[in-house]
T-cell receptor
Framework: KQEVTQIPAALSVPEGENLVLNCSFT??????LQWFRQDPGKGLTSLLL?????REQTSGRLNASLDKSSGRSTLYIAASQPGDSATYLC??????????FGSGTKLNVKP | DAMVIQNPRYQVTQFGKPVTLSCSQT?????MYWYQQKSSQAPKLLFH???????NEADTPDNFQSRRPNTSFCFLDIRSPGLGDAAMYLC?????????????FGSGTQLSVL
């Protein structure tokens, strides 16, 4: 059974801090790994996608890394802002078009 | 600009009363997925369509059905909703389902069962 674990489950930081969210998965035969943002009561927005052959991807203040051998991915957020407050979920894709999700890290950035 | 559209945004139904949730997409993607997400939990894949080919997850209850009449539309039918079916239902698409692509989500339908 594929499992995705995200630590911590919740995180509260003051504005301006750099922070790291963690994601671990049990299946090293992944096709890609994605990080999503979910605002309360809303759908998911894709932030970054890392192909299995890649090590990291960057978009603005976000940087995601992937280490298949250890089954880990991290999402680094630089200079956090109150608008970054949301739940961040990671998901990896395996065979047959299936995507497996973690339960997310709920981030609160305090002004 | 909306690419994956779910209607309605909120749905209230009665225990045992059939309900249908809808999803449409303007991306012309081949694959459409339905996920169930309960509060503070990971989205759980219920089933997906690759074109017209329906793929059910082994642990999806028979109470949940789906239809995809054409490329753009996909429906989730809950035949006899129970209290445990109250959740956010998320529709997603991917272009070819190779596993190397992004998932695009709709805004979700929040289902309440009274």
């Amino acid at each position: 059974k594929q499992e995705v674990t995200q630590i911590p489950a919740a995180l509260s930081v003051p504005e301006g801090e750099n922070l790291v969210l963690n994601c671990s998965f049990t299946d090293s035969a992944i096709y890609n790994l994605q990080w999503f943002r979910q605002d309360p009561g809303k759908g998911l927005t894709s932030l970054l996608l890392i192909q299995s052959s890649q090590r990291e991807q960057t978009s603005g203040r976000l940087n995601a890394s992937l280490d298949k051998s250890s089954g880990r991915s991290t999402l680094y957020i630089a200079a956090s802002q109150p608008g970054d407050s949301a739940t961040y979920l990671c998901a990896f894709s395996g065979n047959f078009n299936k995507f497996y999700f973690g339960s997310g890290t709920k981030l609160n950035v305090k002004p | 600009d909306a690419m994956v559209i779910q209607n309605p945004r909120y749905q209230v139904t009665q225990f045992g009363k059939p309900v249908t949730l809808s999803c449409s997409q303007t991306l012309n993607h081949n694959v459409m997925y339905w996920y169930q997400q309960k509060s503070s939990q990971a989205p759980k894949l219920l089933f997906h369509y690759y074109d017209k080919d329906f793929n059910n997850e082994a642990d999806t209850p028979d109470n949940f059905q789906s239809r995809r009449p054409n490329t753009s539309f996909c429906f989730l039918d809950i035949r006899s909703p129970g209290l445990g079916d109250a959740a956010m239902y998320l529709c997603a698409t991917s272009r070819d389902g190779t596993g190397y692509e992004k998932l695009f989500f709709g805004s979700g339908t929040q289902l309440s069962v009274l």
